[in-house]
């Protein structure tokens, strides 16, 4: 028997101009082409900083001396700190680094101008909300510089002799919250948001999507059933589903990574029901508005990239440019990552996440609110 | 027959999808109980005229009502009498014949549900299809599962839109003896078909081309008013004589017909004259009834010019 393997460049030029046509037909997976290749190298580009400056720091100034405020202005100046609040107590301090506001707080002991020029190598305290080590490791270097820079000016003449070897004070770091500094820490309760965020907004694109695509739409449409029927009847499902997967990355957690759980996980279950449905409205609406299974899974990663990288889940969210901020506030993962790590790591009440779950909920009322919308009760 | 109300009235009816009027201004009345055959080309406006009448589609112009209620306002009191069945089997491939059969009637609200499942499976002959998935069904089981699903909830009116397209003959016959039990019933069923020999078993017709009603009534009447004069021509070699033939005058349509050809044409006179010469051994003519199709294609090419 004779085989034909010639090859044929007409065949082969017209499947090329065949899958050409198709894809300008295509437009969503198109536009993803584009699209995620240009969101991808904006992100990483720009966006991502593995080296986050400027974190959000308070101050405890016990002293109030000449000596303190220079080592303050070095530390600023070192571009790693942005002081961002003066306060009063250690409560103080504690309270904002637990409610995730501030990454430092840095205390100047009384008398530190004193000891300093007495040479007596004073304490300055630095602690740090640790539940992201990447966010604090270079700040706390930059930190050992800035104590050394600030006095050199100041000890000069006769105090030259004051510098010592080892520095002219002494740092002393406490890295809250995770003090091993285990990234698993950070990682696995975050890994919780994510999975869920990818797997749900997938599944519910794909539910209406699938009607569609397979003709059931018409079937279903030609029934008595009220949209928020259809809707809310694909999301319920999920949800359960959402809530196994959420069980399962907790045990995982505590057994296979020995995350210490120091919050409630009752809690945790009660405020991730918003979360689970937020994602869920946004598979339902990007489900009303894809042609088909494909477009639907291409819309859901333009989704997921943003919602990993400018959540603060892979890198520190307060190391990112504004803009980006400002594009990561308004993804749920944000909210919830806080939400996650503060009441697991930090043992967060309701009372100290609520500020986080509002811009959840927004989400969740917009998301659901358009796909409502979208959903059409005719073919048209 | 009936004085009873129309079940479908509507005048004027309109749809346009971008720069395209798919259904242009038609009117329809179907009376209950009828069976009523709705034919035409592929891409003629039927399966968009069907899905305006039961609310699947908005209309863009046009009013007039089905079972009584607003085609454009009332769709929602419309869908729960209606039984629809699509073009192409719109149930769940993915659930069993009873799994489909009990969602639909949730659906609707049908009263002691399971009841129904039960003597819909046992009406249509699926008892044996029960638990299996409906994507497994072979052509013409799909298309009785489909038919059971739009009857379940005893609607009063059927929409079926090409509902024997790809079945066999005899699961054909099986459908339409189906049709006219339930016709007898006093169910209304409208139903687009491709098939001559299903028209030919409805009651009344309507013929659309382009989005516009071309012929409606019963079989004979849409025959008679095309006045069609039909010659059939018997003898060897008739595949030469084909393209001969198209270019006399008065021929409108040459159609080979088993070992005859059927020559058609609207000028009795003209068309006689043209082919007397063919009536010479070893060739026959005689004259014959037109039949449907050829009615058909001959509304078809007047609406095109």
Known sequence: ?380 | MNPSPPVIDVTGLTKVFGHKTVVDHLDMQVGRGEIYGFLGPNGSGKTTFIRMLCGLLRPDDGQGTCLGFDVRTQAELIKPHVGYMSQKFSLYDDMTVRENLDFISRMYGVANRSAAIDRTIGRMNLGRFRDQLAGTLSGGWKQRLALSACMIHEPQLLLLDEPTAGVDPMARRDFWDEVHKLAGEGITALISTHYMDEAERCHRLAYIAYGHLLATGTVAQVVAAEGLVTYEIAGPQLYGLIDRLRGLPGVEQVVAFGITLHVSGREADVLAHSLAPYAAPPLTLRQIPSNLEEVFISLMRKAVT
Do not use: C
């Open chain 1, 1 to 380: 028997m004779a085989r034909i393997v010639t090859f044929s460049l007409i065949r082969f030029a017209a499947m090329v101009s065949k899958e050409f046509t198709q894809m300008r037909r295509d437009r969503v997976t198109f536009g993803m082409m584009v699209g995620i290749p240009l969101l991808q190298l904006i992100l990483f580009g720009y966006a991502i900083n593995s080296d986050p400056k400027n974190l959000p720091t308070a101050i405890l100034d016990n002293d109030r001396s000449v000596f303190s405020r220079d080592m303050a202005m070095a530390m600023q100046n070192s571009s790693y700190f942005k002081f961002t609040q003066a306060i009063g107590t250690e409560a103080e301090a504690d309270e904002l680094l637990r409610l995730g506001r501030i990454q430092f707080v840095v205390t100047f002991p009384v008398n530190f101008g004193r000891d300093l020029a007495r040479g007596d190598r004073p304490v300055v305290l630095l602690e740090a909300d640790a539940t992201d080590p990447s966010a604090t490791s270079n700040a706390v270097s930059a930190i050992r510089q800035a104590a050394t820079d600030a006095f050199t000016r100041d000890l000069t003449g006769p105090l030259i002799a004051l510098r010592p070897a080892n520095g002219p004070v002494e740092l002393r770091l406490h890295a809250r919250y995770n003090p091993e500094a285990v990234t698993q820490y950070n990682i696995v309760p975050g890994l919780m948001g994510v999975v869920l965020t990818m797997t749900l907004v997938i599944i519910t694109s794909l539910a209406i999507t699938r009607e569609r695509e397979r003709g059931t739409m018409e079937n279903l449409l030609i029934t008595p059933v009220r949209p928020v029927e259809v809707l809310l009847g694909k999301m319920l499902p999920y949800i359960v589903v959402g809530y196994i997967q959420m069980g399962l990355i907790i045990i995982a957690a505590m057994t296979l990574f020995k995350v210490p759980v120091i919050g409630s996980l009752p809690l945790l279950f009660l405020v991730s029901f918003p979360f689970i449905a937020a994602n869920l409205g946004v598979g339902i609406t990007f489900s009303t508005i894809a042609q088909n299974q494909l477009q639907a899974v291409q819309m859901s990663f333009f989704f997921f990239l943003p919602s990993i990288l400018l959540s603060g889940f892979m890198f520190p969210f307060q190391g990112m440019p504004e803009w980006a901020q400002w594009i990561g506030s308004v993804l749920p993962l944000t909210h919830y990552l806080r939400v996650v790590r503060g009441i697991v790591l930090k043992g967060n009440t309701f009372v100290d996440i609520a500020p986080h779950m509002w811009p959840i909920g927004l989400f969740l009322f917009a998301s659901l609110g358009l796909g409502i919308k979208r959903y059409r009760q005719t073919l048209d």
